[in-house]
């Protein structure tokens, strides 16, 4: 009863540097997400892949890149992590982009110094 | 475009005390609605859901109907615990389109 797995858990990055965070779900699902965390701000949507193959732009896209490597893994990179940039990172999955719930992760705790 | 309005608390209760957090919602389609617990340190966990009007969500002795004539789906529990202590969100989708949540509710149980 894996679900949606992240990895790592904990992260801590000098500005500038870069990272992938990987996010890989066992449920057979066609659509993806990555979300971030802040206090006070909610869940918005980073990025998202309806299905394999296709991704796309949510709500704060700017300095992050994804990559839907197959059907079950989804990763999310940040090419010149920005202390902006600290927060927490969440995976999600569902069936389809549909009315269909999401699935998390226990999430990415990340930190920019 | 969509949206959701949530109470933002904190909500502070007695423990066995009765829980309402507030949900509405505005959607140009017919969307399912959800409610997600997040407890400290972990992901969001799915509460309960329902995906038609008048439908009713239960579950872990929470309730929430889906009201389409007030756009509301607001959550109950008729006698809190201090384990239930968390931050809840009121989330909606429809086809085609993205998750929209709420900006969560903490929920804080005392003894």
């Known amino acids: 009863n894996a679900g949606v797995t992240q990895t790592p858990k904990f992260q801590v990055l000098k500005t500038g540097q870069s990272m992938t965070l990987q996010c890989a779900q066992d449920?057979?699902?066609?659509?993806m997400y990555w979300y971030r965390q802040d206090p006070g701000m909610g869940l918005r949507l980073i990025y998202y892949?309806?299905?394999?193959?296709?991704?796309d732009k949510g709500e704060v896209p700017n300095g992050y890149n994804v990559s839907r490597l197959n059907k079950r893994e989804f990763s999310l990179r940040l090419e010149s992590a920005a202390p902006s940039q600290t927060s927490v990172y969440f995976c999600?999955?569902?069936?389809?982009?549909?009315?269909?719930?999401?699935?998390f992760g226990d999430g990415t705790r990340l930190s920019i110094l | 475009g969509d949206s959701v309005t949530q109470m933002e608390g904190p909500v502070t209760l007695s423990e066995e005390a009765f829980l309402t957090i507030n949900c509405t919602y505005t959607?140009?389609?017919?969307?399912?609605l959800f409610w997600y617990v997040q407890y400290p340190g972990e992901g969001l966990q799915l509460l309960l859901k329902a995906t038609k009007a008048d439908d009713k969500g239960s579950n872990k002795g929470f309730e929430a109907t889906y009201r389409k004539e007030t756009t509301s789906f607001h959550l109950e529990k008729g006698s809190v615990q201090v384990s239930d202590s968390a931050v809840y969100f009121c989330?909606?989708?429809?086809?085609?389109?993205?998750?929209?949540f709420g900006p969560g509710t903490r929920l804080s149980v005392l003894p």
């Open positions: 999600a999955s569902s069936a389809d982009l549909s009315n269909q719930p999401q699935h």
């Open positions: 892949s309806a299905s394999e193959g296709t991704t």
């Open positions: 959607a140009t389609g017919y969307p399912s």
């Open positions: 449920m057979n699902h066609n659509s």
């Open positions: 989330a909606l989708a429809d086809y085609g389109q993205n998750f929209v």
